[in-house]
Structure formats: structure tokens, C-alpha cells
């Protein structure tokens, strides 16, 4: 195991931020802390960069304890979303800043800077100045920094959460290959589910300074722990009082078992080659439902007609309301 966080709390003033943290993040692995905008995520990432102290709890990086020790002890790189780059310094040198002030030899920090930037495809811009890069390309610039020391550790907070959408995807595609060709054991924040479930090996959910589950993104979207982390993985409704996915609720127009629950479409929604209906039961819960235009096509559904839904085989439910949930989403849509 990489990087042992235990007992970790941290206060400011009343706030508790961190509440006995426990979680170890395996080596070579990409791992999310993944949560709401204020669960602890960067709170926690500063502890184990060494850029901020723990009240209670250690940590222990490599199996050298690391919790009294200053960021530049702990082996570490990081990139935060506003990363401080020397405007007047070409991109080569910004690389080659953290070997010059550690006074490698000449030679080895002109290869290194090459290789770092063949890494993150900048070879061609390495004369530019950090003004004349797009966004995307400053962020993988921050990056070869990072990595130019050889840290064992690199930490990411939000590393592309200033970026655009179509930006944001081509970055973690790359973030995914790279890792998959330097192993360094990786850590970085995110709000976006998406992102963590796409990129990360494994998957720290935290909200309200706990952990609320650990796992791959497997384990979480099909096995969450509780509301809370199916919620946040993913859209939800309610059928009979539990959480479940829309996709994983199966319209009829008759009874399919004793199970299915009998309602009225209130609202029918197309998005794409998608369907998205809302379903008013007679027990008065309102569901939504999605499926395929196909499916919908086939069972001639129209705002008005009877449904039966029933939970797939399979499904993953879970017991809870949706109001967990819309407070999730909220936080995600406000950019967290
Ligand atoms: N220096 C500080 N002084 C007081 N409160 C702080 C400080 N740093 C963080 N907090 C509080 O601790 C909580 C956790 O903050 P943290 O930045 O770790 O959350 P986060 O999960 O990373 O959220 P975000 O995605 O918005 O960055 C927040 O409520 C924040 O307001």
C-alpha cells in the first residue's frame, strides 16, 4: 500500500472538515477522492501533500511516515487547478524548474524536459511562454512539472476543473494513457462522477469529512453503500419506497408479476434516441423512467396511458429517498 491515511481529522475552528479518515490508496493505482463541492476532497489532498497538518491521524507514504514532514520531503508532486506557473519562463524551463533548484547535471535536465514533454506532447511549444498555450496544454504542462522530479506520489486537485467540456474529456483520456505508462501512483479530486468513474482505478467517495464507501467504479454503481453514493454515481427515482436507477425500471402495458406497480405517464420526454417518461403511480410516487425510442415505440407510449413498472432483474436498489439525492445534483450542477 502507497499511501496510509489513519485516524485523520481536521478541524477549522468548530468546522469538522475531516472526520477519522481511514483509507489506503494502493501504488501504481489512479485513485478519485470523489464528493460534493465542501465534503473534505482537497482538504484531505492537502494532509497527504504535506500543505496542510492533520489535527489527529497519520500519515504514511511508501512506509515512511510522512506526517511531520514538509511537502518537499514527502516525495510528492502536485498540480491544483490554479497552478502557479512562471509566466516568464518558457514551458522548457518551467519543466526543468524543480531539477535546477534541486542542481541536477546540465545534460540529465535537458533529456529529462525532453522526455517529460515528448510525455505530454508538447515537444513542439517547448520555446513557447505559458501565455501562448491553450488551457489544456498548460494543464499537461503542469504535469511534466510535476513529474519532473520523479515523485512517487502525484496529486491532483480538479486538474482540469477549469477547463470546457470537450477539453475536460480529451485530458482524462490522457491522464487514463499516461498513467497506464508511468504506474505513479496517482490521487486526484474531483466532483464529477463521471470523470472518477471513467478514469480512476478505485474510488474514495467523501461527503461531510467521512468516507462513504471505497471501491472500483464497479463495486460503487452496482453495490453502493448507501442513498448517498447511488445518488451521487448516477441519476436516481423511487419505485415502492427505494432508490433505483431509471434505466433499470421496465415499462409494460400489463401486469408482468406481482410486483408491478400501476400508474399513469404524466410527462413523456425525448432526448436523443432516448425516452424519458415520468409515471404517476397509483400509491401517488412519482417515477421516471428511461428507456429506448425503440422500447417506447414498441409499447405506444403516450402522456396519458397506463403503465406497469417493475424493477429489472438485477437491479441495484437501495433504501432511501430522492431527496439525498436532488441535493447531490444540485451540488453537481453548481459546478461543486
Ligand atoms: N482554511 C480554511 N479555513 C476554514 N474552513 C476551511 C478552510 N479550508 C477548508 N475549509 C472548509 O472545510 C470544508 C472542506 O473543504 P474542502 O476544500 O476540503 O472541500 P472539497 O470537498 O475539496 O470541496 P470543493 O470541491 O468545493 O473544493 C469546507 O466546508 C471548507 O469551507
Known amino acids: 500500500m502507497s499511501i496510509e491515511v489513519k485516524g485523520v481529522s481536521k478541524r477549522f475552528g468548530d468546522f469538522v472538515a475531516l472526520d477519522d479518515i481511514n483509507v489506503s490508496l494502493p501504488t501504481g493505482q489512479l485513485t478519485a477522492l470523489l464528493g460534493p463541492s465542501g465534503g473534505g476532497k482537497s482538504t484531505l489532498l492537502r494532509i497527504i501533500a504535506g500543505l496542510d497538518s492533520a489535527d489527529e491521524g497519520s500519515v504514511v507514504i511508501e512506509g515512511n511516515e510522512a506526517t511531520h514532514l514538509p511537502p518537499q520531503k514527502r516525495n510528492v508532486g502536485f498540480v491544483f487547478q490554479h497552478y502557479a506557473v512562471f509566466k516568464h519562463m518558457s514551458v522548457a524551463k518551467n519543466v526543468a524548474f524543480g531539477l535546477e533548484i534541486r542542481k541536477r547535471p546540465k545534460p540529465e535536465i535537458q533529456k529529462r524536459v525532453h522526455e517529460l514533454l515528448e510525455l505530454v506532447h508538447l515537444s513542439q511549444f517547448a520555446h513557447r511562454l505559458p501565455s501562448q498555450l491553450s488551457g489544456g496544454q498548460r494543464q499537461r504542462m503542469a504535469l511534466a ?73 464497479e463495486e460503487l454503481y452496482d453495490a453502493p453503500a448507501n442513498d448517498f453514493v447511488m445518488g451521487f454515481l448516477g441519476d436516481v427515482t423511487t419505485l415502492g419506497g427505494r432508490l433505483i436507477r431509471p434505466h433499470d425500471i421496465e ?66 436498489s437501495v433504501a432511501g429517498s430522492v431527496d439525498a439525492a436532488a441535493a447531490t445534483d444540485l451540488a453537481v450542477a453548481s459546478g461543486g
Open 251 to 316: 415499462v409494460a402495458d400489463r401486469p408482468v408479476g406481482p410486483d408491478s406497480v400501476e400508474g399513469t405517464v404524466s410527462r413523456l420526454l425525448r432526448i436523443g434516441f432516448e425516452v424519458r417518461i415520468t409515471v404517476l403511480t397509483d400509491a401517488g410516487e412519482v417515477v421516471t423512467v428511461e428507456m429506448t425510442r425503440t422500447h417506447a415505440r414498441r409499447l405506444g407510449l403516450a402522456e396519458g396511458a397506463t403503465v406497469f413498472l417493475t424493477a429489472a432483474a438485477g437491479a441495484t
Open 145 to 217: 512539472r510535476a513529474l519532473a522530479v520523479e515523485p512517487t506520489v502525484l496529486l491532483l486537485d480538479e486538474p482540469f476543473g477549469a477547463l470546457d467540456a470537450k477539453v475536460r474529456k480529451e485530458l482524462r483520456d490522457w491522464l487514463r494513457r499516461l498513467h497506464d505508462e508511468v504506474h505513479v501512483t496517482t490521487v486526484f479530486v474531483t466532483h464529477d462522477q463521471e470523470e472518477a468513474l471513467e478514469v480512476a482505478d478505485e474510488i474514495v467517495v467523501i461527503n461531510q469529512g467521512r468516507v462513504e464507501q471505497v471501491g472500483t467504479p
